[in-house]
């Protein structure tokens, strides 16, 4: 093998034979018709873009599904896994592309095309298939290094680059369009190329690397200055001057919680606050228990924290915290309010406002109800009482309360928060379908994203899922989904927007499968995963992707997003006549105050085309005879339908 030109060596007339050579005599120095630079550069276009791409895109076709799960799965290893095979066949595909083509062809389809061919510089034959493999290796290996060796196609005296010279070839033209040597103007021209690449890549790389520096100085200055407590969280300020918690050592820590708890404070401002405790050597139950809080998402160390909390004060206000947390996590709902009792007549901000956040998401809105209103009016927490003030009332059917409180919450918002509030009145708003006119809330969340000059980002999936519905209610209905991908904080909201985009395009049966592999994902927000079931109730004409999505609801949290789902997937089971699952479905659904006339009557009919006519009649009575119900529009076919049943039902069991 020969790393360097054998100009000197071809240029004496030997009768010798070279070594592995199989005897034959070495060719005199002579002057080769040389594949020009650019024909080169044609000939790697044509081999890549129109005949390697077609072939590797099927040979990854295998593989597109498995990566594309493991990204909306969040699964590194299955990603890696799929992508090193994605690689692996990649390179596969074009190493043995390029060295049979060369070995058996002397040249690739794209130096076919161009009239090129490579050939041995000792004898003028073809590569044998040994040098074809080391120079089809040496041909990527020029990919590593950004393409820089093929500037040597301008500096070389036969034209021959990296792949060229490790495999003893060169590569000549059969046409006109033949050159020879490089000029001195080509030379030149190539060795400036080189140097400023270099002189270019020198200091960014060390521009970068003097980023990386600073930026290391300073989170070490950061860290100091929060040692020496200069970091002052104003928000824990502005409610200890407002009265907002009880006085008391550990009132500053009590405000960071309750702010914390209510989504106004940061979890580095509340680990200073706790550290400043610990600094002074002061351990309470409420500095561990803060503690817990700020390693969530380190479940052992958390624990750990939870744990030294009621083994060293068992009868204190953190230790009962710490019994919630963990009956709220076993969704042991009875124990909870016995817990709550407890402390019903104590005044513990923080508690409160956890309880009134878990019971909103569980869909305890009375609950919720009462520990909001247990919670101090003060400025800093005046966001958090409002917003919660609607979610409360939206939950308890005052819908029309909700809309008023919104509307007079709005003004007094910054934009951001008048953002989250809107957004998620407008999810509400939007789940059931397209209103014949766009609420305010929706209108607003439009304003806040196309026209308001104060720049906002949407931060939860309601807002995203509601201006999403609001645009496609419209009567164009398109969604620039790049400019909204912008205005996207959190990761796991700009995935799903890329799902929703992703999917536009795809058949009806693809697009139910990337929905599942949402609904599959816990990574992803409860409110996306029930956001898809939904899309798959619209999608599906199969009852068994109705029933994977009736075992998930059946196990999933209960709250208002449930209540949507399990309300769509009920109507869907009707129409689909599996009149247990409705049944089932719909009784749950009772059980929590849902009274739509739909829901109720569609039991009713459940019921009676099961043969439980007295359990029928029971629900009738029930809902219909027993509790104010409020007309609703029906059809004519669906009304006498159930009228007609209602006769019989009455025909049978009322005694006269």
Known sequence: MVLEDQEYFLSQKSSHSSRGQRGKELIPWKSWPLAAPLDRIAASVVDLFIVLAPVIALAIAPFRRDLMSSVLLNDRTSFTVALLFLVFV????????LTLMTWRFGAT??????????????DEQRPDLYHSFLRSVAWMFNFV?????????????????????????????HHSNKVGSPSFFEFSLSRGVFVGIIALVIPVFGSRTMQFVNLAVEEVYSLEQTQEGDISCKNVDELLADGGVVNGQESRLAAAMTLYAAGALTEACLNFESDALFSKK??????????????????????????????????????????????????????VNKLLERVSSKRIDYLNVWATRQLLISGHFDEASMHLERIPPN???????AFQNVKVLWGKKEKQKARSVASVSYSHLVPQDRLSMAGWLCHQESTAGCPEMLPESCQLVQDLLLREPVQVKIKSAETLLGYVRAVSCEESGSLDYPTLARKVGPDSLKKYLAVLEFSKEKKVNEQIELFQLVVSNLDFDSVLRFDSQLRILSLTTHLKDVESIFKDWSISVEGQEWENVGFKLFQ?????????????????????KHREVELLEGLVLSSYRLG????AWGLYRKYFLNEKIGKVQRSIASSDEFEQIVKKLKKRFVIR
């Open 612 to 615: 439980l006519q007295r359990e």
């Open 145 to 173: 290094l950004l393409g820089l060796p093929n500037i040597s196609a301008f500096s070389n005296h036969h034209r021959r680059i990296l792949h060229d010279r490790i495999s003893d070839t060169v590569v000549v033209s």
């Open 282 to 335: 002061i351990e309470t139950p409420l500095t561990y228990f803060a503690k817990a809080f700020i390693y969530l998402n380190n479940p052992e160390v958390s624990n750990d924290y939870l744990n030294l909390v009621c083994k060293r004060w068992p009868e204190s206000d953190a230790c009962l915290m710490t019994q919630l947390v963990e009956k709220w996590a076993e969704n042991d709902f009875e124990s």
């Open 379 to 385: 400025q800093a927490l005046s966001r958090f009482i």
């Open 109 to 122: 389809l794209g130096m076919m095309f161009m009239r090129l061919s490579v050939i041995r510089i000792w």
């Open 572 to 592: 869907k089971l009707v129409s689909m006549q599996d009149y247990q699952s409705a049944l089932d479905v719909g009784v749950k659904l009772a059980e929590r």
């Open 90 to 97: 990649v390179l596969m595909t074009t190493l043995m592309y």
